[in-house]
C-alpha cells in the first residue's frame, strides 16, 4: 500500500497552528534554527531489511501480523515509513535472507519510493540450506581452506547484487570465534580472517567501501575475532584506503565510552558507518534513545564535532543505518520511534555552541563545558523534526498519522495475519 498524500496534507493543515507556535518560539529563542532545519531535511537513515518483521529471541517470536513477505513488500514498507517521515529514502539488505533476484525490477520499486540501496551485508554466521560447509567452527577465520573460500565467494556474492542495485558499500559482520580458552589461536586466527578480507577486498568496485562491524561477545563467549574497534581498526588499517570500522552502539561491553571511540576513529578517517540501536544490558538491539538517550547524544556531538574538523558531508559521508529489531512493538512504529531519536539527537548536536565549548575547554572550566552541552541536550528540538518534515512534503506526526490511517490493519487485510519475514 501508498499513502495518498493527500492524507498526509490533510493531517499537517489539522496540525499547522500548533506546530508554527511551537517553531516560532524556539526560533525566538534560538539563532540556529533555520540551519538545523535545513541539516535535518538532508539526512537520511537506512532502514534493515530485517527490522520490517517482528524480530525473537531465541524463547520465542510473537508475530504481529501484516509483515512483508518478500522483499519488494519489505521495499514496500520502508517506502511507507519514508512517506511518513521523509527521513527513512534507504535500505540496507541482508543476504541471503533478503535475494534481490530480480534486480532491476527491485532497483526500479526503489527508485519510485524514493529509496536507495545503502551498504548490502553477507551473513556467513549461520548454516544456509543447501549449504555445503559449515560455519559452526567459524567462517572467514576457519582453519579449512574451503570454508574460508565458501565465506569469501558468499562475499564477493554480495558484492555483485549490491552493485547491481547501485550500493556502494558492503558490511562484514563476523560472529567468529571462540568459545573455550584454547579452542583458537588468536594470532593465526586474525592473519587467516584477514586473508580472507583481503580477497573480498580485491573484489570492491572503485569508490566501494568495505564496513568492518566488531563485536565484543555473542554468539562466542570467549573470544570475538573482529571483538572491539581496535581490531575492527587494524584490520581496516591493514586492508587499505577502502576499508573503514563500523560501530553498532549495542556491540561493547557494559559502559563503554562510544563517543571517544567514534572521535578517534573519525581522527583517522577510519569510520566508515553506524548500527543504531540501544541496549540495557547486552546486545539488546531496542529502539534508538530508548534507554539511553544522553548517551545518543554525546556520541552525535562527537561525530558532528569530527565531521565538521574534516570538513565532511553529514548526510553522505558516513553510513547511517539502524540495526534493531525486537518482539513487542509493531515494526514499523518502532522504526518510526528509531529514526525520530538519531534524528533529535543529531539536531541537538547541531545547537551546542562549539565556540563556546572550545573557550569552557581551553580554560577548563568544566562546569562551563557540562552545561554548554546540556543546555544543547535539553533543548526540545522536535519542532525542527516537525518543520523539516512539512517542509520536505512528510507528516507533522508520523506516527500520530501511521495510526490515525490505520496502516497496520491494511497490511493486515493485505498480507494477512500469519506471515513472516525472510530471514526471522
Ligand atoms: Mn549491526
Request: aromatic share 8%.
Amino acid at each position: 500500500m501508498e499513502i495518498d498524500p493527500i492524507q498526509i496534507d490533510a493531517h499537517n493543515a489539522s496540525l499547522l497552528k500548533q506546530h508554527t507556535r511551537k517553531l516560532q518560539q524556539l526560533t525566538r529563542e534560538n539563532s540556529r534554527t533555520q540551519y538545523v532545519i535545513r541539516k535535518l531535511v538532508e539526512f537520511q537513515i537506512a532502514i534493515p531489511s530485517w527490522a520490517l518483521g517482528t524480530g525473537g529471541t531465541r524463547f520465542g517470536r510473537f508475530a504481529g501480523g501484516g509483515e512483508p513477505r518478500t522483499l519488494e513488500e519489505k521495499i514496500l514498507d520502508v517506502g511507507l515509513l519514508h512517506q511518513l517521515n521523509k527521513s527513512s529514502g534507504a535500505i540496507s539488505l541482508h543476504i541471503p535472507w533478503d535475494i534481490p533476484t530480480h534486480t532491476k525490477k527491485i532497483k526500479a520499486l526503489a527508485a519510485d519510493l524514493g529509496l536507495k540501496f545503502d551498504a548490502v551485508n553477507s551473513n556467513t554466521f549461520q548454516d544456509q540450506p543447501h549449504q555445503k560447509l559449515s560455519y559452526k567452527f567459524g567462517s572467514l577465520q576457519h582453519v579449512n581452506a574451503k570454508v574460508r573460500q565458501q565465506a569469501i565467494d558468499h562475499n564477493l556474492e554480495v558484492i555483485k547484487y549490491g552493485k547491481a542495485l547501485g550500493s556502494n558499500a558492503i558490511t562484514v559482520w563476523l560472529s567468529d570465534g571462540s568459545c573455550f580458552p584454547g579452542q583458537l589461536n588468536f594470532r593465526k586466527a586474525f592473519e587467516r580472517t584477514l586473508e580472507s578480507l583481503q580477497a573480498i577486498y580485491a573484489a570492491l568496485p572503485s569508490q566501494w567501501k568495505m564496513f568492518i562491524e566488531y563485536k565484543a561477545f555473542e554468539p562466542n563467549f570467549y573470544s570475538m575475532t573482529v571483538g572491539d574497534w581496535g581490531q575492527s581498526y587494524l584490520y581496516a588499517s591493514k586492508l587499505g584506503p577502502k576499508a573503514y570500522t563500523l560501530v553498532d552502539l549495542g556491540h561493547h561491553l557494559p559502559h563503554a565510552n562510544i563517543e571517544q571511540i567514534v572521535a578517534l576513529l573519525l581522527m583517522e578517517g577510519k569510520l566508515g558507518g553506524f548500527h543504531f540501536n540501544d541496549s540495557k544490558y547486552g546486545d539488546d538491539d531496542l529502539t534508538v534513545g530508548s534507554i539511553n538517550p544522553y548517551q545518543l547524544f554525546l556520541i552525535f556531538n562527537e561525530l558532528v564535532e569530527g565531521m565538521d574538523a574534516r570538513h565532511m558531508n553529514h548526510a553522505t559521508n558516513l553510513g547511517w543505518m539502524i540495526d534493531a529489531s525486537h518482539n513487542v512493538k509493531d515494526p514499523l512504529e518502532d522504526l518510526l520511534q528509531s529514526v525520530e531519536a538519531i534524528k533529535i539527537a543529531y539536531a541537538q548536536s547541531l545547537l551546542v555552541d562549539r565556540r563556546e565549548l572550545n573557550r569552557a575547554q581551553q580554560a577548563n572550566d568544566v562546569a562551563r563545558a557540562q552545561e554548554i552541552l546540556q543546555q544543547a541536550f535539553r533543548t526540545d528540538v522536535r519542532p525542527l523534526l516537525a518543520e523539516a518534515r512539512l517542509q520536505a512534503g512528510a507528516a507533522l506526526q508520523p506516527l500520530q498519522l501511521f495510526r490515525q490511517l490505520q496502516v497496520r490493519r491494511q497490511l493486515i487485510a493485505e498480507r494477512g495475519k500469519n506471515t513472516q519475514a525472510t530471514g526471522l
